[in-house]
């Protein structure tokens, strides 16, 4: 049984770069065909994917983070990683880890909800002085 858990601080300064990682157990990040995932939600926007990284090590992102974000992985260990840069109070939410199955029509196309099918417990990121 494939288990995601989220790590890193709670709590970032403006302008900082937010670092996350999520340490899979039970299952390998290059096993065909899963995709490995960031999707944060906060109060005021709903639900958003950041990106996925891909069992090939091949990364996507959206479109309207795309210039803040690098995802990463360390096989090693089993782990992938989300860097988020330049952040602000916008940037404050619950970040999840999560697999999904492989996108439908295009790489880069954002699973839809029924195509997750393991989440990580979900860490609080705070960005304040």
């Known amino acids: 049984q494939v288990q995601l858990q989220e790590s890193g601080p709670g709590l970032v300064k403006p302008s900082q770069t937010l670092s996350l990682t999520c340490t899979v157990s039970g299952g390998s990040i290059t096993t065909n065909y899963y995709y490995w995932n960031w999707i944060r939600q906060s109060p005021g926007k709903g639900q958003e994917w950041i990106g996925y990284?891909?069992?090939?090590?091949?990364?996507y992102y959206n479109p309207s983070l795309k210039s803040r974000t690098t995802l990463s992985r360390f096989t090693p260990a089993n782990q992938f990683t989300l860097q988020l840069k330049s952040v602000t109070p916008e940037d404050t939410a619950v970040y999840y880890c999560?697999?999904?199955?492989?996108?439908?029509?295009?790489?880069?196309?954002?699973?839809?909800?029924?195509?997750?099918?393991?989440w990580g417990q979900g860490i609080q990121v705070t960005v304040s002085t």
């Open positions: 999560a697999r999904s199955l492989p996108p439908t029509r295009y790489e880069g196309e954002p699973p839809a909800l029924s195509d997750y099918d393991t």
């Open positions: 990284i891909a069992y090939n090590g091949n990364a």
